[in-house]
């Protein structure tokens, strides 16, 4: 209403049938579809190797003594360095295509998995290891039997924390250097002033955002049935 009413420009904003329009025209012409395609590739790799290279490491690192204090050193400081920071060295390697986004999605999304990993596995309640050790378990049987089961809540904690993570990088990436992409998609629309187009873009990256983490929610709420209900 107030943009129809000329109160706010619209290139600095824009009303929700405009944006809705606009979505429609973009879904209907297929023009949005090259780069919902790219940036799924680009989601997929990234966040997959994400998970497979996190959550194996940090089952080692978090039940293994040795391995964490390796690998700790040099995981805090990859860790406490913005991803950002490695942008250009990125570009540089792997060029503006497909794989430097997956090489940001990654970097972005496997230090929360990785970490909460890790403290998944260093605060299994020690009472069930004396426990399954007093039957005459082994150490693997305490692995797969205990340890694992006890630290998949905070694993999947961590997948949720990583797909925030690797939404960013999707965004971040193509906006720094892409030739497709959503956030190559929202660089151009805000480059040539299409709010309208801009808001369509953001509206995309957060919906998959919600629709990934209720599909992680689902899971966990699998792995939460053995928690007790808490009545005020």
């Known amino acids: 209403m107030v943009i129809r009413l000329g109160y706010i420009n619209p290139l600095f904003t824009s009303s929700p049938t405009r ?50 204090a390796i690998l700790e050193p040099f995981v805090s400081a990859l860790y406490a360095t913005p ?27 496997v230090f929360p998995i990785l970490v909460n990993t890790i403290t998944g596995m260093r605060t299994v ?21 205990v340890a694992l089961p006890a630290s998949v809540p905070l694993i999947l904690t961590g997948l949720r924390l990583g797909l925030g993570h690797a939404l960013i990088g ?15 998609f929202i660089t151009v629309a805000g480059a040539t002033f299409q709010t309208d187009k801009v808001m369509v ?4 990256i957060a919906a998959g955002g ?12 699998r792995f939460e049935s053995w928690r007790p209900n808490i009545k005020e």
Not at 24 to 40: E, H, N, P, Q, T
Not at 170 to 184: D, N, P, Q, R, S
Not at 210 to 221: H, N, S, T, Y
Request: aromatic share 14%.
């Open 210 to 221: 919600v629709l990934l983490a209720e599909c992680i929610r689902l899971i966990e709420r």
């Open 125 to 145: 309640d020690a009472h069930f290891i004396k426990t399954a050790r007093s039957f005459g378990a082994s150490d693997l049987q305490i692995f797969r039997t």
């Open 19 to 68: 944006i809705i329009s606009t979505g429609i025209d973009l879904f209907s012409s297929g023009a949005i579809y090259k780069d919902l395609r790219v940036s799924g590739i680009e989601f997929i790799w990234g966040f997959g190797l994400a998970i497979f290279v996190g959550v194996p490491l940090g089952i080692l690192m978090g039940w293994y003594y040795r391995v964490n």
């Open 170 to 184: 999707i965004v971040v990436g193509e906006l720094y250097a892409a030739t497709a992409g959503i956030g190559f």
């Open 201 to 204: 873009g953001i509206i995309i």
């Open 83 to 109: 991803r950002i920071a490695l942008l250009p060295l990125i570009i540089i390697w792997f060029g503006i295509g497909v794989f430097s986004k997956i090489a940001i999605i990654f970097l972005g999304a």
